[in-house]
């Protein structure tokens, strides 16, 4: 029913920003909770942030707090992770996910739908 393609990855050097885009299919995008998720080689997948299906909340993982901004513009059926301060533990592939629900949720179980992931890279 949704369709996620996620874009913006490569590669960066450490200190660098990089703002990865989440563009949706659906006539019904504002009604999902989004997410962002990543997934380094040999870890399993883990939660990055989180946003509410109007843009009101938003949660992330400790380890990208301060440095990782999670958006949406609802009009353009996107959702935005903008990346600042990359380090190399950064690494992974990057993917987006969509829940039927109008909060956000950290758990990945709780995702509907997902994107098939964007490579990021930091160099140090």
């Known amino acids: 029913q949704v369709q996620l393609v996620e874009s913006g990855g490569g590669l960066v050097q450490a200190g660098g920003s990089l703002r990865l885009s989440c563009a949706a299919s659906?006539?019904?995008?504002?009604?999902?909770?989004m997410g962002w998720f990543r997934q380094a080689p040999g870890k399993e997948r883990e939660f990055v942030a989180t946003?509410?299906?109007?843009?009101?909340?938003?949660y992330y993982a400790d380890s990208v707090k301060g440095r990782f901004t999670i958006s949406r513009d609802n009009a353009k059926n996107t959702v935005y992770l903008q990346m600042s301060s990359l380090k190399p533990e950064d690494t992974a592939v990057y993917y987006c996910?969509?829940?039927?629900?109008?909060?956000?949720?950290?758990?990945?179980?709780?995702?509907?739908?997902w994107g098939q992931g964007t490579q990021v890279t930091v160099s140090s």
């Open positions: 946003i509410s299906w109007n843009g009101g909340s938003t």
């Open positions: 659906g006539r019904t995008f504002s009604t999902y909770a």
């Open positions: 996910a969509a829940v039927r629900k109008r909060a956000g949720t950290m758990r990945v179980n709780d995702y509907d739908y």
